[in-house]
């Protein structure tokens, strides 16, 4: 009998590893532009996440940084509205944030406290931050982050390109932190042919508040052809869906396509045995590495026809949604449509259904 049910136990770890997941796009809603609410005007939304039944919405707006706290209504595996209920607005008076600058690009809400990334600014010599807010928008605590990430490193991290994405770890003992860009000592930006582009994604210790492991993803290379001068490739999001199972968003922009100058896809990235922990090694390019195993899920090329004029925007934000009618689980996405400060961008909310095989 127990090797009866040691082999059943075998075979049910085995049918659990060989299960494979998808992502099926189901709809699209569009927020009208110059909505305004506490005279506030709702765009820029960079980072987004569910909590206490609500999507909190970080805003990337260095002059006047804040969050929206808003419900987003789901029926029939369709978005019914996206709804704007409370502004809170980043205190910027504390010690912290008169040094920093508050170029906030993700958030997450755990127990209570506010948890937000900021890129800084690397060309002025501000440093990219990790750091708590009360629900009132007060400062409450900086996270420590490894010296290689400073504005001043030897490691040269790039303008705009730093921490870009976060997610609450799956077992809630932790937090993730991904970049956008890597760093110069890592390797180089992506471009037309294959390069060694890895960003690195540091997972952060909720007790000790420090940073405990590290993982290198390896980002695609541009398949458009040039029409401008601007052709880029990066990490917008993230978010652990399963224990070291990750949902990762890459975002190419190319200047000259107007409006339709992004390429978004969404990744399955997963740690493994083999997976190098790569926290104490200051330059990537310098040392053998094994990059967290990836797999493409969802390239929006694919479902251009199904959203407003065609257009798949500037994807930054992500987190999971409600139980669909069938009982899987979904996904929410949001962009950043830049406040329309580069020509027409849509404030773009995207509904996904995760499906497993």
Not at 2 to 31: N, R, T
Request: with cysteine.
């Amino acid at each position: 009998m127990k090797k009866i049910v040691l082999a059943l136990s075998v075979f049910g770890l085995l049918a659990c590893k060989q299960q494979k997941i998808s992502l099926k796009f189901l709809d699209e809603y569009v927020i009208n532009d110059s909505l305004v609410i506490n005279n506030t005007v709702i765009g820029g939304v960079s980072g987004i996440d569910f909590y206490n039944n609500n999507y909190y919405m970080v805003v990337d707006d260095a002059t006047n940084p804040r969050i929206l706290i808003g419900n987003i209504s789901i029926e029939n595996d369709s978005i019914q509205s996206v709804d704007f209920e409370k502004v809170i607005v980043v205190d910027t008076t504390s010690q912290f944030t008169k040094n920093h600058v508050l170029d906030l690009e993700s958030i997450f809400v755990d127990k209570g406290t506010i948890n937000l990334t900021s890129e800084g600014s690397i060309q002025y010599k501000k440093d990219p931050s990790i750091f708590e807010i009360h629900t009132d928008g007060s400062f409450k605590r900086e996270i420590k982050i490894p010296n290689y990430f400073k504005a001043t490193s030897k490691a040269k991290p790039k303008h705009n390109g730093i921490f870009e994405g976060s997610s609450k770890s799956f077992d809630g003992k932790g937090f993730w932190v991904a970049m956008e860009a890597p760093l110069e000592a890592d390797g180089e930006e992506p471009t037309f042919h294959e390069t060694q582009s890895p960003i690195r994604i540091t997972y952060f210790d909720n007790e000790s508040k420090k940073a405990t492991k590290q993982f290198a993803y390896q980002l695609e290379k541009i398949d458009k052809p040039a029409k401008g001068n601007i052709n880029l490739n990066g990490t917008t999001a993230i978010l652990e869906y399963e224990k070291n199972h990750f949902f990762i968003i890459e975002r190419a922009y190319q200047s000259g396509y107007e409006s339709y100058g992004n390429v978004v896809r969404i990744f399955k990235a997963s740690i493994n045995d083999n997976s190098t922990n790569t926290l104490e090694i200051q330059s990537l390019k310098n040392e053998k590495y094994t990059p967290l195993k990836k797999e493409l899920l969802l390239d929006f090329s694919t479902v251009q026809s199904q959203l407003t004029d065609g257009i798949i925007d500037n994807i930054e934000a992500i987190t999971f949604g409600p139980i669909l009618q069938n009982g899987n689980k979904s996904l929410i996405l949001a962009a950043d449509d830049n406040f329309q400060l580069y020509g027409k961008q849509l404030n773009q909310f995207l509904l996904l259904e995760i499906e497993e095989k």
